[in-house]
């Protein structure tokens, strides 16, 4: 089935769903984006993700293009047009397209908007997270504002490139202090030795990963300890489990950090036990 993309206003076939070269998404990554998974066909937790679209926006000065409303239709349509049943849609927001000069654009242009939509197999991830993943730690190089969801993703692209290369799934970025921040494209958990669930606050250093929030959720009704606080590579190493999260992972263990093994080395107790339960705290529109 031909795919669809949903351009500035326009629903075009996803081979010739283009963007103008000046476009300041191109040219700066100026835009900010956010990814949701559908499931059954229906977005999981959208309103989440469409209020930190607007927190993301507002950061960086663009005004959003659209009610809220109308664009949740532009989401649904293109999910539908697509025959996403489960998957993920992508959507970017950028400033638009203007001669390339850094200062924004006088008069103002319409931002450009971007959805896509795109199919998955439930059974791949879970394959995954019943293996559990390796990561690397890298250092943090990125800038102070990683709370917006911004395009500009170089850091994470070179660390995530880098853990493949030897052989992982994530990077862990690590602060100036040894504490770890947080994935490439995943927030960072560690289980300790007492049992206690450790995550670090996202007030500065990580994205408030909109999965980060449910799971804190899911951890209270499971009635688990948990401390939100920074904590070094060397405490994941001895820690009891270790796991990433995100709209696209859920909860996924991490079974070997930097080559070392977590734990027993295979995916644990916690972890699963906050994947499984995660979709009953997501909110799911139906
Ligand atoms: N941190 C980073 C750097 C990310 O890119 C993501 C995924 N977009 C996350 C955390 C997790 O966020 P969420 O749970 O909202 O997908």
């Not at 450009?112 to 795109?118: D, E, G, H």
Request: proline share 5%; net charge positive; aromatic share 6%.
């Amino acid at each position: 089935m031909s795919r669809i993309a949903y351009v500035n206003g326009l629903y075009v076939p996803h081979a010739d769903a283009v963007v103008h070269v000046e476009d300041r998404g191109y040219q700066f990554a100026d835009g900010v984006y956010e990814v949701c998974e559908v499931r059954g066909g229906h977005m999981v937790d959208e309103r989440r993700h469409m209020e930190r679209l607007v927190r993301s926006l507002d950061a960086i000065h663009i005004a959003m293009p659209m009610s809220l409303a109308a664009l949740g239709f532009v989401l649904r349509e293109t999910i539908r047009r697509n025959r996403v049943r489960n998957g993920f849609v992508y959507l970017q927001i950028t400033r638009g397209v203007a001669r390339r000069d850094h200062y924004f654009p006088v008069p103002e242009v319409p931002p450009s908007i971007v959805v896509t939509a795109r199919a998955a197999d439930p059974a791949k991830g879970e394959a995954v997270a019943a293996q559990g993943i390796a990561v690397i730690t890298v250092p943090d190089n990125r800038w102070e504002r990683v709370d917006i969801k911004t395009t500009g993703l170089l850091p994470n692209v070179l660390a995530k490139e880098a853990a493949k290369q030897a052989g992982a799934r994530e990077a862990w970025f690590v602060d100036a202090s040894g504490h770890v921040t947080e994935g490439g494209s995943t927030n960072a958990w560690i289980v300790t030795g007492e049992g206690r669930l450790v995550t670090r606050p996202a007030e500065s250093g990580i994205l408030r990963g909109i999965t980060r929030t449910v799971m804190l959720e899911v951890a209270q009704k499971l009635q688990l300890r948990v401390e939100e606080r920074a904590f070094t590579v060397a405490e994941a190493l001895a820690a009891r489990e270790a796991f990433v999260t995100s709209a696209t992972n859920f909860a996924t263990p991490v079974v070997r950090i930097d080559g070392q093994a977590i734990g027993d080395g295979t995916p644990g107790p916690v972890a699963r036990a906050l994947r499984e339960n995660y979709h009953k705290s997501a909110e799911i529109a139906r």
